[in-house]
């Protein structure tokens, strides 16, 4: 079954606020990935958090991890058009073995 | 990490005909895997493309569908067999030391017609 679940399916807001997006996942995790795709384009890796990680930053982006609750959430401040895209969660399982496993996306959109 | 290229980055293909995608990596990766994405959907995997021997398939994705090569560990290709307008999707590579931390290609934008 699908690991990760992103909320909302869908947002737009106003350029300069603040977008959060949110994961959750139903087994336990190596790691949580967050991506970010462009409209007919490839993967672009954002951050990576490991499952003894709470929180991570990289420039506007912002992401922690609740293992308890086995969510996670993704802040972009200041937003920009630039933006505009689907951000996926992918959760890598605890067995190193298997696999990652995406969520179906958030499609974010920054208004003008 | 790894830069990875793919080509076509898109087609458009007849019915019943046939499509091998190229991917290439710009160093050597322990894991390479196909994913398909449909659209306006998620990735959903095809399989692992192993080095040197047969690839490992995902539940509904078969061999004879997509024959799948990695004759060593910067290069795969992916064959999309007999298509129909159902396969129409992005076809994306990825490749990593881990299962867990893979980069991944441009896609490549397959329509049917």
């Known amino acids: 079954s699908q690991q990760g679940e992103e909320d909302p399916q869908a947002l737009s807001i106003q350029e300069g606020e603040n977008a959060t997006m949110n994961c959750s996942y139903k087994?336990?995790?190596?790691?949580l990935q967050w991506y970010r795709q462009n409209s007919g384009r490839g993967l672009v890796h954002l951050i990576l958090?490991?499952?003894?990680?709470r929180e991570k930053h990289s420039g506007r982006l912002r992401v922690t991890l609740d293992t308890s609750k086995k969510s996670s959430s993704l802040l972009i401040t200041a937003s920009r058009a630039a933006d505009t895209a689907s951000y996926f969660c992918?959760?890598?399982?605890?067995?190193?073995?298997?696999?990652?496993?995406f969520g179906k996306g958030t499609r974010l959109h920054i208004l003008p | 990490s790894a830069v990875i290229s793919q080509k076509p980055s898109r087609d458009i293909c007849q019915r019943g005909t046939s499509l091998t995608i190229q991917c290439q990596v710009d160093?050597?990766?322990?894991?390479m895997f196909w994913y398909r994405q449909q659209p306006g959907q998620s990735l959903t995997l095809i399989a692992t493309?192993?080095?040197?021997?047969?690839?490992?398939?995902e539940s509904g994705f078969v061999i004879d569908k997509f024959p799948i090569s990695r004759p060593n560990l910067t290069f795969s290709t992916l064959t999309v067999s007999n298509m129909s307008p159902e396969d129409s999707s992005i076809y994306l590579c990825?490749?990593?030391?881990?299962?867990?931390?893979?980069?991944f290609g441009p896609g490549t934008r397959l329509t049917v017609t």
């Open positions: 992918a959760t890598a399982p605890g067995n190193r073995d298997d696999k990652i496993i």
């Open positions: 087994t336990s995790i190596n790691n």
């Open positions: 958090i490991r499952s003894n990680e």
């Open positions: 160093s050597q990766v322990t894991m």
């Open positions: 493309a192993n080095q040197g021997s047969e690839a490992t398939y």
């Open positions: 990825s490749g990593g030391q881990t299962t867990y931390e893979q980069y």
